[in-house]
């Protein structure tokens, strides 16, 4: 299966520790974006990334929020000292080029802080 | 003004109906357009993509009216499995926009 993978699937964390989000791009493409989505809310940008740098992390909380592409490995979005307004669905997308193309999302990570 | 913009719904229609959504967006250097559905928990997938001569595939047709800055994706002869919410994306920088979706619910 070529498609976007991300893991785990569901994280369960209490309140004050971390939480590490895991993404595989598709065969092929170089740029990632981070989405957070809420119930019954839409897709919220958080991060966009191509291999080893931050592009635009304009809509990533400023703080306990961090994100990295690096040159070998999966792209990790970290969120530390979680709080319970953490909890969401997390997606990651990949797509072969800038917002012009296409993007493909992974299943998501869905994040329960307790 | 939000970037972009639906009727959040439900459009609750019959199976065999024919539905259209639209998506307004604020951007006019928006350069690319895409339609996705997003199953209950699940993630979106992408439906098709909006150019500028429009484009079909099967019973789904999107249209592009750039003068008035809307999309629109036609549905026709609704099923049951196309129940799904419906999300509308507008690109014209590196950060596609997404609007927050229409729910469509096909019943018998």
């Known amino acids: 299966n070529a498609g976007v993978m991300q893991n785990p699937r569901h994280l369960v964390r209490r309140r004050g520790q971390e939480a590490r989000l895991r993404c595989s791009p598709m065969k092929g493409h170089s740029h990632v974006y981070w989405y957070r989505q809420l119930p019954e809310e839409g897709l919220k940008f958080m991060v966009y990334?191509?291999?080893?740098?931050?592009?635009?992390e304009s809509g990533m909380p400023k703080e306990r929020f961090s994100a990295e592409f690096p040159k070998e490995g999966p792209s990790i979005l970290r969120i530390q000292q979680v709080v319970r307004g953490d909890s969401a669905a997390y997606f990651c997308?990949?797509?072969?080029?800038?917002?012009?193309?296409?993007?493909?999302f992974g299943p998501g990570t869905r994040l329960t802080v307790t | 003004r939000k970037e972009v913009e639906q009727d959040p719904g439900p459009f609750n229609v019959p199976e065999g109906a024919t539905v259209a959504f639209n998506c307004t967006y604020s951007n006019s250097a928006s350069q690319s357009f895409f339609w996705y559905r997003q199953d209950c928990r699940k993630e979106p997938k992408l439906l098709m993509s909006?150019?500028?001569s429009g484009n079909e595939d099967g019973r789904f047709t999107a249209q592009l009216n750039r003068a008035s800055q809307y999309i629109s994706l036609l549905i026709r002869d609704s099923k049951l499995s196309d129940s799904a919410t419906y999300l509308c994306a507008s690109g014209g920088s590196y950060i596609p926009t997404f609007g927050r979706g229409t729910s469509l619910i096909v019943h018998p």
């Open positions: 990334l191509q291999k080893e740098n931050i592009i635009d």
């Open positions: 909006v150019y500028s």
């Open positions: 997308a990949s797509s072969l080029g800038q917002g012009w193309y296409e993007q493909y």
